[in-house]
C-alpha cells in the first residue's frame, strides 16, 4: 500500500507540471521568452562624432592672417610688443577637449581691432543621439539667435531694396543698401572706384566706407546671410553699432559647423575717426578667409 501511494504522489506531481507547463503556453506567458536574444532588441547606440579633442585656438591662426585682420600688428615697432600681439590671449576654459577660444586686440592710428575666435566639440549624453546631430541642433539654436533675414528671390532681405536695386545686383552691379532708395549714378561711381582700391586701403578710411553704403547698411548682397561653402553648414551676421558721438563699431560673426565641432569668429573694428564706418565687404572677406582656414585645418 505504500509503494501504490507513493507512485500516485508521483503520477500527481507529473500532472500538475504538466498542467502548468500547458497553461503558460495557452496564457502567452512571458517569463522567459518575453525578450528573446535579449539584447537583439536593445536599441543600437548613436555614432561618436568626428572629432575627439579640439586644436590649440591661439595657435591656429597664422601671422599672414593676423597681419590683415589686425593692421595695427605692423605699426608695432617693438619686437616683443609684436610678438606677443600674435599670441593672442587664450579664454578660460575648465576642460579643453571640449571648449577653446581666443583673443586678439591690435589698436593703430586708424582703428582699434579685435578678433575672437571660439572652437566647441558637441558630445550627446543621449546614447539614441549621436555627437553631429546633437551639434546640429546647438547650431540651428544658434542661428535663429542671430535673427538673419528670411532670403528673397533675388537675393536681398525683407523690405529690402527698390526693384531696381535687386535688378542691379542680380546682373552683378552694386546695389543700394536695403529698405533704402537707389544710389545715384554718381554715388555708384564713386563707391565701384573705391572698391577698386580698397585692397591697398584701409577698411575705415572714407573711400573705403562709401562702397558699403552712405549710412554704413551694407548692400542686399553683403546683408546677414546663410553660407553655403563652408563646412557641414554656416551663416555670417553683420552688426554696425553705436554709443552716442563716439565712432561707429562694426562687428562680423561667421560661425559654421563641420561634424560635432562649432567654430565662431567675432571680428569688431571701431574706427579712432568719429564719423568714420568700417567697411562692411572687407571685413566679411577677411572673417571668411580666416573661417575657409580653419575649415581647411579641421578636415585634415
Not at 67 to 72: H, R
Not at 214 to 220: E, H, I, L
Request: charged fraction near 25%; glycine fraction near 8%.
Amino acid at each position: 500500500m505504500q509503494r501504490k501511494a507513493y507512485v500516485s504522489g508521483v503520477a500527481a506531481l507529473l500532472a500538475a507540471l504538466l498542467a502548468g507547463c500547458t497553461g503558460s503556453s495557452d496564457d502567452g506567458g512571458t517569463t522567459d521568452d518575453s525578450n528573446p536574444g535579449g539584447s537583439s532588441t536593445a536599441t543600437a547606440a548613436a555614432e561618436p562624432g568626428r572629432y575627439r579633442t579640439l586644436p590649440e585656438p591661439c595657435g591656429v591662426v597664422g601671422e599672414d592672417t593676423l597681419d590683415a585682420l589686425l593692421p595695427g600688428i605692423n605699426e608695432l615697432t617693438d619686437e616683443e610688443q609684436r610678438q606677443k600681439a600674435y599670441e593672442g590671449t587664450p579664454t578660460l576654459t575648465f576642460d579643453t577637449d571640449r571648449k577653446v577660444g581666443c583673443r586678439w586686440k591690435v589698436e593703430s592710428t586708424e582703428a582699434t581691432d579685435h578678433l575672437f575666435v571660439d572652437f566647441e566639440r558637441v558630445v550627446s549624453y543621449d546614447k539614441t543621439v549621436s555627437d553631429d546631430s546633437e551639434a546640429e541642433q546647438l547650431f540651428a539654436t544658434q542661428r535663429e539667435a542671430a535673427d538673419l533675414p528670411a532670403p528673397t528671390s533675388s537675393g536681398a532681405v525683407d523690405g529690402g531694396a527698390s526693384a531696381a536695386a535687386a535688378e542691379s545686383t542680380e546682373g552683378g552691379s552694386s546695389a543700394g543698401p536695403s529698405g533704402s532708395p537707389s544710389p545715384s549714378t554718381s554715388t555708384s561711381t564713386s563707391a565701384s572706384s573705391s572698391s577698386s582700391s580698397s585692397s591697398s586701403a584701409s577698411s575705415t578710411s572714407p573711400d573705403a566706407s562709401a562702397s558699403s553704403s552712405t549710412d554704413g547698411v551694407p548692400p542686399a548682397e553683403l546683408q546677414p546671410r546663410v553660407l553655403d561653402d563652408l563646412g557641414d553648414e554656416a551663416f555670417l551676421d553683420d552688426e554696425l553699432s553705436s554709443s552716442g558721438s563716439t565712432a561707429q563699431q562694426r562687428t562680423v560673426t561667421v560661425a559654421f559647423r563641420t561634424s560635432n565641432v562649432i567654430v565662431r569668429i567675432v571680428y569688431e573694428e571701431q574706427p579712432a575717426t568719429v564719423g568714420a564706418v568700417p567697411d562692411s565687404e572687407e571685413m566679411q572677406d577677411r572673417a571668411r578667409n580666416l573661417a575657409a582656414q580653419l575649415a581647411d585645418a579641421l578636415a585634415e
